[in-house]
């Protein structure tokens, strides 16, 4: 699939913009606070429904600017266009619409537009706490299914319901009857992300170890497990026991210790825990492969490749992994931020110039 065609009014530091990318390389460019990964975060946010740093709607409605703030973007696929609109009011309400009709689920935005998302803060997949690793794994998921993405919604909000109860009522004798009436369908719903999380990593790994081999010249083995801990427990069956067995504490906590919210994803090369012992290189570069890998299992299962967002990574990689990572882009749109012009980039790259909040068209 392919972003043909960008327009924005009044977001983040731009009035008026209206371009149309290529379907290979482009390359924005322009100085240090020029607007470049506001231009990614517009495609971003119109592929995920929010943006990829974490601002309040509010904040990226141009400041000193009239009215609100609107994206639009159109889609190319194979067989289909689609235009997606965002609009943000000057009060943060974000509204999205897909091909003119209103979404009243966010969750009906996943897909029309797939994204692969790279930047330096993104290192906290492997560097960061569990949450960050869940966080990759739920959004790669979200992307390909619709159910897991209402099913996790359900999870998130019957989860911090419960831990509300078990504060409010914890020493109420009413506290077990409200928590029992509330497991099943919490532990139903915890049971089938775990599932799915450890399909979806099953489906990742092969690919994972396959792209970082050629990423690292042959260099590294990456493998990846899904991990359960402290508490093990999988299945509905499992969940519900190990639940009854923490119970205790769950009250004496007042909050809820079994469940995929606890669990995470280890990440490892040649043996090497990269979490703990990678380089700042080799970290990258496991990050490039689990969302490279991600990608083709996004494309090979909509037959249509992601499309690729870039942003200052190129400066960060040797020569090597950089030429690779090229390599492996080639075919598939990628837009990507740099703020010099670096080599190796090919010559049908489409380039971008910011400049005063202009984006012109070289
Ligand atoms: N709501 C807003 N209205 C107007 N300008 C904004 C708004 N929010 C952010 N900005 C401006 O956008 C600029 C940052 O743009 P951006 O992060 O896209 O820069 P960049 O080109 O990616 O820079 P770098 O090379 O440093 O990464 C900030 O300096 C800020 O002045
Ligand atoms: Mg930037």
Known sequence: MLVDRIILKNFLSYGVVDISPGPGINLITGGNAAGKTNLIDSIYLSAVGKGSRNRDNKEYVKWDSKGGSEICIVVKKKYSRHVIQTQIDENGNKRISVDGMPLTRIGDLMGVLQVIFFAPSELCLIKGGPSERRRFLDISICQQSKTYFYTLQRFESQLEQRNKVLKEYKNKPTLKNIIEAMDDDLLR?????????????????????????ELTLGEEELTIAYETEPIHGETFEELKRLTADVYDRDVENGYTNVGPHRDDLKVVANGIDLRRFGSQ????????????????????????????????????????????????LDGKQVFITDATHPEGLGKKVKIFKIQETEVQDK
């Open 281 to 328: 290189g080799q970290q990258r570069t496991a990050v490039l492969s689990l969302k490279l890998a991600s990608a083709e299992i996004m494309g090979s299962r909509h037959k249509e490749s992601p499309v690729f967002l870039l942003d200052d990574v190129m400066g960060e990689l040797d020569d090597d992994r950089k030429k690779a990572l090229l390599k492996t």
């Open 189 to 213: 719903c915890a049971a089938f992300i775990i599932d799915e999380r450890k399909k979806f990593i099953e489906e990742i790994t092969p690919l994972a170890t396959k792209i970082h081999k």
